[in-house]
């Protein structure tokens, strides 16, 4: 397979056997697996997935590429879907997914929080990324990769970084590191769901705005109905100061008012 990467689509292909070879075990398919791909690109992760399972569904915007891949002669058993993930309904493929990609730079953020409300079909995710977007994605609080994208994933996913990829594992190569990281979600004893999840998202975007503020300052029109005492926080400390259990309690303070 061949094409000019659209830098629209932001476009890098993977080309290096042996890291293919390391995302493939470290994925480790099973036969039963549901396994979604995001972005197949020229199949370089398609045809060895496609090895360890009898069935695989790729999603692919481009329909250069979706043309080329149903014409394959080594993918005849892959389901590909034509489209924009970020517009696809996760719901459509049942439970226990296990959605792996190398996915473009331009919509990664974007694409991890659409995932987000499909949590609870998920078994596990495996992502090709930025690596700077890895670091954000696993920071704890303190860090200052520690935000906004952070606070929202750990509340649904344990993150585990796995190793880094150069840029001339690519083509084109990136300007940057990337990184591959598994996401899995957190068990039902682990979890706590904010009672509002909307809420939820309001506060720590809200609290993330200006990161640099004191949180009594960022929050100021919300600061009647917060208990610092009972958050176990002072009101001096900044966003990135406050983990995760913390944000969620404090959105349980406020959903009566804010919901």
Known sequence: MQTTPRKRFGQH?????????????AIDPQP???LIEIGPGLSALTRPLLWRVPKLTAIEI?????????QHPDLQSLQIIQADVLEVDFKQFGDRLRIVGNLPYNISSPLL???LQYVDQVQDQHFMLQKEMVERMA???????????SVMLQAKYRMMPLFDVPPEAFDPPPNVMSAVVRMRPLSAKRRVDPKNEAVFAQV??????????MLRRVLADWQQWIDW?????????RAEQLSVAQFIALSDQLTPHLA
């Open 13 to 25: 292909f993977l080309h290096d056997l042996g890291i293919i070879d390391q995302i493939v075990r």
């Open 139 to 149: 920071a704890q609080p303190g860090s200052r990769h520690y935000g906004r994208l």
């Open 204 to 213: 720590v975007a809200r609290a993330f705005s200006q990161r640099r503020k």
């Open 229 to 237: 005492q009972a958050l176990d926080a002072k009101d001096s400390l």
């Open 113 to 115: 929080f659409h995932l």
């Open 62 to 70: 481009d329909r250069d590429l979706v043309a080329q891949l149903r």
């Open 32 to 34: 039963e697996d549901t």
